[in-house]
Each structure stands twice: as structure tokens, then as C-alpha cells.
């Protein structure tokens, strides 16, 4: 992706179709997510060929666009009238919207979906389709960012409609975590699967009790951090048998948000620290130890990938074979 300027105004080019003897200019104002360009010409400059693109195999076939109006501050609604349906219109990509009604929409939706998902929602929409499709659906996601963290577009994607344009297929890694005894909604639960995150301690208080500032998106963790840490709490436990200080969990991605770094690569690593030394995740990061296995001994909430379960004694986390594919 590249920029092009015109007067004060930065344009960034996602790509050029051709279509006969039509080319098509799609570009973006820099800093403006609202508003795509479309600009038919019928002759190229040459500083424009590089941008030439054939419509990618993952936009070829079947095509649903899951819309989960209520993730993070509510815009994916307007984001998907605005930006991604005037897009694949002019695209010429067949897909059909599905628009969520309730928080378990998603769930519903992944057990007959094939082909590829635009997902214009956060981690926690993943982790439903992760859970929820069939185990050989071939699954391709194309996220679209509309969560609070963003844990998983920001672990590998920089701009999500270049991306849908120019992007490719990969296996997104995943782990499994196995209860000994956990209660999620209020049903007993032997293992889910997951693409994020495992805490246990302070992560998992922040994200239950951070619901109260749902409306300031990602700020809301920083507003309940601070809460937090003013009067720091005691978790009982262990991790792989050490025992438990304030900060603890298994994740797959290497930031947490869009600056809150863990690792230097996507793969199941261990943070086991103090909550004085969380600051360091926004200074290069946190320090996270490369393992296959994180055992948690714990008394309360544990965060899998946003949801929280109840837990009482054991929870494993270990990766498996990757479920469905991230275009990135």
C-alpha cells in the first residue's frame, strides 16, 4: 500500500482492478476509515501499474459478511453500509450480510458457514467461529476490526481492506484449554478453543469489570486499569507450579492491542508477572516465555479469548492444529 498526494490531502491507494478496458482506482483518504474512492480512468500511469490486482481466490467463492452490531462501540452496522457493501459492489463479489441479534448470533451462524467470512467484529467473534464451525467447514476469515482489543488483527494485520484486496490465506493458530471444573453461562464446561488468550488474576478482572466503560472502546481498559492497580488485588494459585503473582496467561498473538506488545512472534507463550510490571507491555514488551503447556491451578475468573468462566481447580492450555484460516 502506497500513498499519492494531492494538495494536503494524503490519498492511499489499496489497489487497481481492470475490468476490460476499465481500470478502477481504490483509494482511501489517510486517517479516514469512513469514505473509500472509487475512480474509473481508462489509461494507467505507470506509477499506478504497481497496484494492479486480480480479485483474490478467497473473494472467488462463497462470501458471507458477519456484522456484529454491538462489538466494541457499535459501528460495524455503519461500517458495513458504508465501506464493505459499496466495495464488494464494486468488486462484483457476490455475498450475503448477516447481521447479529443477539450475542449468540455468531455461534449460530458458524455452524453452516463454508467458504470465506468477512467478520467485521473483535477476538470474541472469532473465537465463536473457532468453537462454533464445523470442523471441516475451510473456513477463511477476513477480519475487519470492531472490537474493544483487537488482539488478533493487531498481531497480524495493518490495514484490513488492503488486506481483503491484497492478502493471503494462512492457518491461524489455535490452543485448547481443558477444565477440571469451570461454569460458563452458567453450564459446566470441559474445554473450549481458543486464538488469544488464557489469564488468570488481574487480566480477567479487567475485562469482566471494564464492561461499565464499554462505551469508551478500547479505552475502557486503560480507565479500569487504573482503578485497578490503585488498590491491587491477592489471586491464589499456580502457574505450571509456580506460585501465582498478579498477572498471568497463555496467549497465541504477540499484542494484546494495537500497542500493548507481549512477544516478538504469534505462538503460545507464558506471562507470568506482577501488575507493577504490566506498564512494560507499552515499552516493548512484557517478557513472555516460549512454552507447549500452561497449567493453571485457580479459584475464580479466568479470561478465555474475552468470555469469562468460572474456574475451580485445574485449566491446561495447549496448542492444536489450527481450525481455519486468517487472510493477513
Given amino acids: 500500500m502506497s500513498q499519492s498526494q494531492s494538495g494536503d490531502v494524503q490519498e492511499e491507494i489499496l489497489g487497481v482492478l481492470k475490468r476490460g478496458a476499465e481500470y478502477t482506482i481504490i483509494s482511501q483518504k489517510s486517517g479516514d476509515k469512513w469514505n473509500l474512492r472509487f475512480l474509473k480512468v481508462s489509461k494507467l500511469s505507470l506509477f499506478l501499474r504497481h497496484h494492479l490486482f486480480d480479485l483474490p481466490l478467497h473473494l472467488q467463492g462463497e462470501v458471507n459478511v458477519i456484522i456484529s452490531i454491538v462489538s466494541g462501540i ?32 455468531i455461534k449460530e451462524f458458524a455452524q453452516f458457514l463454508t467458504g470465506t467470512v468477512i467478520l467485521l467484529s473483535g477476538d470474541g467473534g472469532v473465537n465463536d467461529l473457532v468453537n462454533y464451525a464445523k470442523s471441516d467447514s475451510g473456513l477463511i476469515i477476513v477480519l475487519i476490526p470492531m472490537g474493544s482489543g483487537n488482539a488478533i488483527y493487531n498481531s497480524y494485520i495493518k490495514n484490513g481492506l488492503y488486506t481483503m484486496l ?6 491461524l493458530p489455535n490452543f485448547e484449554v481443558s477444565f477440571s471444573q469451570a461454569i460458563l453461562d452458567g453450564k459446566q464446561l470441559e474445554s473450549m478453543l481458543g486464538a488469544v488468550i488464557v489469564s488468570y488474576g488481574f487480566h480477567p478482572t479487567l475485562v469482566d469489570e471494564s464492561e461499565k466503560y464499554r462505551e469508551y ?24 507450579g509456580e506460585e501465582m503473582k498478579g498477572y498471568a496467561a497463555a496467549t497465541m498473538v504477540k499484542k494484546l492491542d494495537s500497542d500493548f506488545v507481549v512477544s516478538a512472534e504469534n505462538e503460545l507463550r507464558l506471562i507470568h508477572t506482577d501488575t507493577s510490571d504490566l506498564m512494560k507491555g507499552y515499552h516493548g514488551g512484557l517478557g513472555a516465555w516460549r512454552v507447549d503447556r500452561v497449567e493453571f491451578q485457580a479459584r475464580g475468573k479466568i479470561c478465555v479469548d474475552g468470555l469469562i468462566v468460572e474456574v475451580m481447580g485445574q485449566a491446561v492450555v495447549e496448542e492444536v492444529p489450527s481450525r481455519m484460516k486468517l487472510v493477513i
Avoid at 455503519?78 to 450480510?97: A, D, F
Wanted: proline residues 8%; positive net charge; charged residues 25%.
Fill in 74 to 105: 457499535c459501528e460495524a452496522s455503519k461500517y458495513y453500509t458504508q465501506v464493505i457493501s459499496p466495495l464488494l459492489n464494486t468488486l462484483e463479489v457476490t455475498h450475503k450480510p448477516l447481521y447479529t441479534t443477539s450475542c449468540t448470533s
Fill in 166 to 171: 491484497r492478502g493471503s490465506p494462512i492457518p
Fill in 217 to 240: 472502546g478500547a479505552k475502557r481498559f486503560e480507565m479500569m486499569a487504573e482503578e485497578l492497580l490503585k488498590k491491587p488485588r491477592k489471586y491464589t494459585g499456580t502457574v505450571n
